[in-house]
């Protein structure tokens, strides 16, 4: 009877240690930010702060995994000269010359617009390491004499919290 009793409790311990995969709570954070680039003078950074985000403030503590879905833009007007515009990232607060280069270049014509576009190339290990800290800077950055952008930007993060961890 005792052997009965001890390996039930065995079993039940076994049963309840995995079930906290099973309490993964997973949601989606959306930020979107229009950078106005005026090279050469550069760009202003944006903050990714997912701290405003309820669900995030709620389970802050038990984040598991942070995960970049996708880095889309636009070039919504274009009145400068032909060029390139960058995508660089730092930890939040950090500095533009500290930055690393997180999206592939975006090359353009004189004039061109385009719709909605996903980046093709992303560093997306060094942005879930930011994130993981819930916060960081963002900036794009026009490369050519005379590149004058508005390019609105969308980031999708999907955020794993167990409140059980």
Same mark, same amino acid.
């Given at each position: 009877m005792?052997?009965?009793?001890l390996?039930?409790?065995?079993m039940?311990?076994?049963?309840l240690g995995?079930?906290?995969?099973?309490?993964d709570?997973e949601?989606?954070?959306?930020?979107?930010? +229009?950078?106005t680039?005026d !090279?050469?003078l #550069?760009t202003?950074? =944006? $903050?990714?702060?997912?701290n405003?985000?309820?669900? =995030?403030?709620? @389970?802050k503590d038990h984040?598991? $995994?942070?995960d970049? $879905? @996708?880095?889309?833009?636009?070039?919504t007007?274009?009145? #400068?000269?032909g060029?390139?515009?960058?995508?660089?990232?730092? &930890?939040?607060?950090?500095t533009? !010359?500290? &930055?690393?280069?997180? !999206? /592939?270049?975006?090359?353009?014509? &004189?004039?061109? %617009?385009? #719709?909605?576009?996903?980046?093709?190339? %992303?560093?997306?290990?060094? %942005? /879930?390491? %930011?994130?993981?800290? #819930?916060r960081?800077?963002v900036?794009a950055?026009?490369?050519g &004499?005379? +590149?004058?952008?508005?390019?609105?930007? /969308?980031?999708?993060?999907?955020?794993?919290?167990n409140?059980? /961890?």
């Amino acid at each position: 009877m005792k052997h009965r009793l001890l390996f039930i409790f065995l079993m039940l311990l076994g049963l309840l240690g995995g079930c906290e995969d099973a309490v993964d709570f997973e949601f989606t954070i959306i930020r979107s930010n +229009v950078f106005t680039i005026d !090279a050469p003078l #550069g760009t202003y950074s =944006y $903050d990714v702060d997912l701290n405003t985000d309820s669900d =995030y403030q709620r @389970y802050k503590d038990h984040i598991k $995994d942070v995960d970049i $879905d @996708y880095i889309r833009y636009s070039i919504t007007a274009n009145t #400068g000269t032909g060029g390139k515009a960058d995508f660089y990232a730092n &930890a939040y607060g950090g500095t533009l !010359a500290g &930055a690393t280069k997180i !999206a /592939e270049s975006i090359s353009f014509v &004189a004039g061109e %617009l385009r #719709g909605t576009t996903d980046v093709v190339w %992303l560093n997306k290990a060094y %942005l /879930e390491s %930011l994130l993981l800290g #819930g916060r960081m800077s963002v900036w794009a950055v026009g490369e050519g &004499a005379g +590149v004058r952008l508005t390019l609105p930007v /969308e980031i999708k993060i999907r955020v794993t919290a167990n409140p059980l /961890e």
